[in-house]
C-alpha cells in the first residue's frame, strides 16, 4: 500500500473519528454541568420549607432523566471506534512499512489518546457526581417497604 493511500485512509477514518469525537465530547460536557447544576440545586435546598422540599423533589426527578445508561454506551461504542481507527492505522502502517514524516505518527496516535482520554475523564467525573447525588438523593427518599398481604 502507498503511503498516499494510508494517509488519504486514515485522513478519512480520523475526520470521521474527530467529528463522532468532538459532538459526543460537547454531549459529554453538557451532562456533566448538569449533573452538578443538580447536584447544587440539592445542596442549596436542603432547608425543611416547603420550596426547598419541591425544588429536592425535582431534583430527584431530573435525576432520572439526567443520570441514565446512554452517556456510558456511546462513550465506550465511540472510545471502540477510536481505538479500532488507531489500530488500523498502526497496524497497516507497520505491516506495509510506510514511512511518513517526523512526528506525523506520533500527532496522530496523540490525537486518538487525547480525545479517548477526555471522554473517559468526562465519562467518570460525570459518573462520580450523578452516584453521589443518586445515593443522596435514595436516602432522602427512601423506597416504601411492600405492604404484607
Not at 493511500?5 to 465530547?25: H, I, P, R
Not at 517526523?102 to 467518570?124: A, D, R
Request: hydrophobic fraction near 50%.
Amino acid at each position: 500500500m502507498e503511503s498516499t493511500t494510508l494517509v488519504s485512509l486514515s485522513g478519512s477514518l480520523m475526520s470521521l473519528f474527530g467529528l463522532l469525537v468532538s459532538l459526543f465530547s460537547i454531549h459529554l460536557g453538557n451532562w456533566l454541568s448538569k449533573l452538578q447544576a443538580l447536584r447544587t440545586k440539592w445542596d442549596v435546598n436542603s432547608g425543611s420549607g416547603d420550596s426547598e422540599r419541591a425544588a429536592r423533589r425535582e431534583c430527584r426527578f431530573a435525576l432520572v432523566e439526567i443520570y441514565n445508561w446512554q452517556p456510558f454506551v456511546m462513550t465506550t461504542i465511540i472510545a471502540g471506534f477510536g481505538v479500532a481507527v488507531l489500530c488500523f492505522f498502526n497496524g497497516v502502517r507497520l505491516a506495509a512499512q510506510v514511512s511518513f514524516p517526523s512526528g506525523y505518527v506520533g500527532l496522530y496516535n496523540g490525537f486518538f489518546g487525547i480525545m479517548i482520554t477526555l471522554q473517559i475523564v468526562l465519562l467518570v467525573w460525570g459518573c462520580l457526581v450523578g452516584s453521589k447525588l443518586k445515593a443522596d438523593v435514595d436516602k432522602a427518599y427512601k423506597a416504601p417497604a411492600p405492604k404484607a398481604k
